[in-house]
């Protein structure tokens, strides 16, 4: 018998099982706790497997042409009426043979450009997925301590949903960063000190009464925040027609992206979805030399990462007390890869470089993972003869100063012809 009303479609739920420790493997539940109550160690969300197993390619590539079809793989959004969302996401793969050809790479080279996203940086995903778990917990404010790109994409996904928000910044910060997170409404604080110092005052405000309504999404719900890096490993191996590419070069300021890239692709393996490269990806990390604990301390053959004080223009990966750099360095060592940094000339010279080369215009965090890319092809650290991808996460107008010294109008003439061969521009 047949029902004139059908049914409606079932909700898809969530194949998040709980919250495991990094460090020594407590289980917790789905709530908003980001250290573990044993041993201090972080959390991260833990999968039921088989919910993961039962995603396929062709689901994926069915569905919404933003972060939503890795839905499957994330531990919220799964219905889209519960989203918190910009949309972010399916940012371009630019294949960048004149880049490969400047830093001496031979094999095919790809920039995945994230500055493609709404608040033009990869953090517009990060705070989609964080938001939407944050809603669904209970969360009314929205609020974050930021090196810049989150304060934006916080403030804006606030706007969006028709939400209030806080978000701490150092004072100090490029005015674009400033800016483009005002411009939102909200409230902005800026601190009078470091971000390290911005981040200690939010983890002591989570714990007031007065912040009880208030989700920081990279402090109380940082679990679900770091999972939405992961997109930027789902995404790359899906362009790249199902196949993980055998190089990836990422900037580090926690260190918790490049973990999460590194956990897509094992997590695409896993369930079938793509395949690995020969022998393995390869993954390296790139951090400024005003701000590098994570990869001195992995020069050093340690683990044990010395926090810094942070100096330098790439003030969007000033942490100088990363949270996830032990487990960066895991990745990297584990993968046969590399960490390098790059000082501010060399930042400056690597925005010049990609802009030149590729026609995109990246901020100083896109610089400095260019100029990384470059070191380690003279090092030998980077193999030239292996396909790589080196992620941009950040735009370029949103730190202008970085460069404003550097360039302008090649020619200045009066508006007639004689002006324009004056100048040469005739022959
Ligand atoms: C543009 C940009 N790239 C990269 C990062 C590094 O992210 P993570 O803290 O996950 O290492 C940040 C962090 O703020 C950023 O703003
Ligand atoms: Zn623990």
Redesign the pocket.
């Known amino acids: 018998m047949t029902s004139a009303v059908s049914a409606p479609a079932a909700i898809p739920t969530s194949p998040a099982r709980g919250l495991v420790c990094r460090a020594c493997g407590a289980e917790y539940p789905l709530i908003a706790q980001h250290a573990c109550y044993e041993c201090f160690g972080p959390l991260e969300v833990a999968y039921d497997e088989a919910a993961l197993a039962r995603v396929t390619r062709a689901e994926i590539e069915s569905g919404p042409q933003n972060i939503w079809r890795y839905a499957g793989l994330l531990p919220a959004g799964q219905d889209p009426a519960t989203r918190v969302t910009l949309d972010p996401g399916l940012t371009p793969l630019v294949s960048a043979p004149a880049l490969a050809a400047a830093v001496g790479l031979r094999a095919p080279l790809y920039v995945k450009d994230d500055s493609a996203n709404p608040t033009h940086?990869?953090?517009d995903r990060?705070v989609s997925v964080a938001l939407t778990a944050a809603r669904g917990l209970g969360f009314t404010r929205f609020a974050c301590a930021?090196?810049?790109?989150?304060a934006n994409s916080v403030a804006a996904h606030a706007a969006r949903a028709g939400a209030p928000s806080i978000v701490f910044i150092p004072y100090d910060l490029e005015q674009g960063k400033v800016i483009t997170t005002a411009v939102y409404g909200g409230d902005l604080v800026a601190i009078e000190g470091s971000y390290d110092d911005v981040n200690r005052l939010c983890g002591e405000l989570v714990e007031t009464d007065e912040f009880e309504d208030t989700a920081f999404v990279n402090v109380n719900v940082r679990p679900f925040y770091?999972e939405g890096?992961k997109t930027l490993g789902y995404e790359v191996a899906e362009q790249l027609g199902w196949r993980i590419p055998a190089q990836v070069v990422i900037?580090?300021?926690?260190?918790?992206?490049?973990t999460?890239v590194d956990k897509a692709f094992s997590e695409l393996v896993e369930i079938g979805l793509a395949t690995a490269p020969e022998g393995g990806w390869t993954v390296f990390g790139a951090q400024s030399a005003g701000c590098n604990p994570i990869a001195t301390a992995l020069h050093k053959g340690t683990d044990e990462i010395i926090p810094v004080k942070p100096t330098g223009i790439a003030k969007?990966?000033n942490?100088g007390d990363?949270a996830?750099g032990a487990y960066?360095i895991e990745a990297v060592r584990r993968t046969g890869g590399w960490m390098d940094y790059a000082d501010d000339d060399e930042i400056r010279a690597g925005i010049r470089l990609l802009a030149e080369t590729t026609g995109i215009f990246a901020?100083t965090?896109?610089g400095t993972t260019v100029a990384v890319l470059k070191k380690l092809v003279e090092s030998g650290k980077l193999d030239p003869e292996r396909e790589t991808v080196v992620y941009n996460?950040?735009e370029g107008l949103k730190t202008l100063d970085a460069v404003a010294e550097l360039v302008g109008p090649t020619h200045r003439i009066k508006p007639s012809l004689r002006g324009a061969r004056e100048a040469g521009l005739l022959g």
Request: aromatic residues 4%; neutral net charge.
């Open positions: 940086s990869f953090k990060v930021s090196t810049g790109n989150l770091a890096s900037p580090m300021a926690s260190g918790e992206l490049l999460k969007s990966l942490i990363p996830a960066a901020e965090a896109g996460t950040g």
